[in-house]
């Protein structure tokens, strides 16, 4: 029999066998079905119009019978709609950007936040992150969940943490070597420019301890992974998470298996769904990752379709975890872009433009990745009436324009005025994207 990584976090849990595990995910299924069931009365309203109570959750096989949850449904109860906790137990709220204006929030307790950190801390020793690594933390810090994420589960394995959050390149390389940072928490466009930028200024490799990074919160390839390798000198591993189950730690990479992501399934129950029909897939088939919350009090999801094209790998991991491991992430079924780490819609583009003098209801987004960033062109049609005006006024409404979308969308554009009628008509579903990133190997 193989023996277990020496750098599992929590062995006892991590190598849990699978009977002992499906027995503890259906105790704490049943007990979130009940809660839900209870405090949240949307979910209440769609069991009963299902004919299912929580009575009839009897095997992990009756997850099946339960509703699903959608993004628009955290949209359509903003903002506490969908929490099953009191007001006075919600300690911190997060949020990320959904299909209008208004944000998808999540609202944690106490007891969610040491389960976030827990998850975490897992994440980190499937990297071979321990207590005397130093772990810079260049995410985001703030409403996104992957600052304060990372930094909850690097202080839970008692790492000294950097929490230099994203930006001021220099700096961060400066703090990087001056203060030994072991392992590296960003999003794998920022480690690229990190990685570009110590080429480009001749920094010595040599004086970095650096060797380890968790990245996620954007699609990145097999390629992308080779490029930051090499620039870095380390080893590059995916992490996943989504702000509607937790946020950063549902799912990470192993230093042993590679190339699938281990889902910490006393705490997530992985569906993989038919795209289609919703039916669940057997392990091995490619279809959009279902999940379900067993532990989350403030804010449980209950069969939440995440439009995640993956599949569940049957294979046992070399790193003697049990937990199940899913594919790298193949695509999306939805229209969502994953731009810099923010989720964008092209709703929200069009929700942002209608109504203003000058501006025609026609738009294309054109997404690129320009020197391993992200860049977002939004093409907006003029109305026919300004073509022969006079230029200070285009150039003033281009302005309004600008400003108008990236309030809504938390994210800097290069926005492009197009004559009339210059953006393609579709008889059918109009075409509102074109992706020129290669995303997905």
């Given at each position: ?22 027995a ?18 949307v ?35 903003y ?100 203060l ?20 480009d ?11 380890t ?54 705490h ?55 937990h ?13 872009l ?6 964008v ?27 391993n ?11 026919p ?57």
């Amino acid at each position: 029999m193989q023996q277990p990584s020496p750098h599992i976090w929590n062995k006892h849990v991590e190598t849990m066998d699978r009977a002992s595990l499906e027995a503890l995910q259906l105790e704490r299924l049943q007990e979130t079905v009940r809660r839900v069931y209870q405090n949240v009365p949307v979910y209440r309203e769609r069991m009963q119009a299902a004919g299912v109570e929580p009575g009839d959750i009897r095997s992990l096989k009756d997850l099946r019978l339960l509703p699903f949850t959608q993004k628009t449904d955290l949209r359509d109860n903003y903002p506490y709609g969908l929490f099953a906790a009191p007001q006075e137990d919600i300690v911190r709220v997060h949020a990320s950007s959904g299909t209008t204006g208004k944000p998808i929030v999540a609202g944690y307790t106490q007891h969610d936040l040491q389960v976030w950190a827990e998850v975490v801390a897992r994440c980190l020793g499937c990297a071979h992150v321990h207590k005397n690594d130093t772990v810079q933390v260049s995410y985001g810090y703030g409403l996104f969940t992957g600052g304060l994420g990372l930094h909850g589960g690097a202080e839970r394995i008692g790492a000294k943490v950097v929490p230099t959050s994203a930006g001021n390149t220099k700096r961060q390389l400066m703090l990087m070597q001056d203060l030994g940072t072991t392992a590296i928490a960003c999003t794998p466009s920022y480690a690229l420019l990190m990685g570009e930028t110590m080429r480009d200024t001749g920094m010595d490799l040599s004086k970095l301890k650096l060797r380890t990074g968790m990245f996620g919160a954007e699609p990145w390839t097999e390629g992308m992974r080779d490029q930051i390798q090499n620039l870095l000198h380390i080893t590059a591993l995916d992490i996943y998470g989504l702000t509607e189950t937790m946020g950063p730690g549902v799912a990470m990479e192993c230093m042993e298996g590679r190339y699938g992501l281990h889902i910490w399934e006393d705490h997530f129950i992985p569906e993989i769904l038919d795209p289609t029909t919703g039916e669940p897939l057997p392990d091995g088939e490619m279809g959009e990752l279902c999940i379900t919350t067993i532990t989350k009090e403030g804010m449980p999801t209950i069969r939440y379709r995440t439009h995640d094209l993956t599949c569940i790998i049957p294979e046992p991991c070399p790193c003697g975890r049990t937990h199940r491991r899913i594919r790298r992430l193949h695509g999306r079924t939805d229209d969502m872009l994953i731009i810099r780490g923010v989720n964008v819609f092209p709703s929200q583009v069009e929700a942002s433009i209608v109504g203003i003098d000058g501006i025609a209801p026609r738009y294309l987004l054109v997404v690129d990745r320009v020197n391993n960033l992200d860049v977002l062109e939004v093409q907006v049609e003029l109305a026919p009436e300004l073509l022969a005006d006079e230029v200070r006024k285009i150039e003033d409404l281009s302005h309004r324009v600008q400003r108008s979308i990236e309030q809504v969308l938390g994210l800097s554009v290069k926005l492009r005025l197009m004559e009339p009628g210059s953006i393609e008509r579709s008889e059918g579903k109009s075409k509102h994207v074109v992706d020129k990133r290669k995303l997905y190997d």
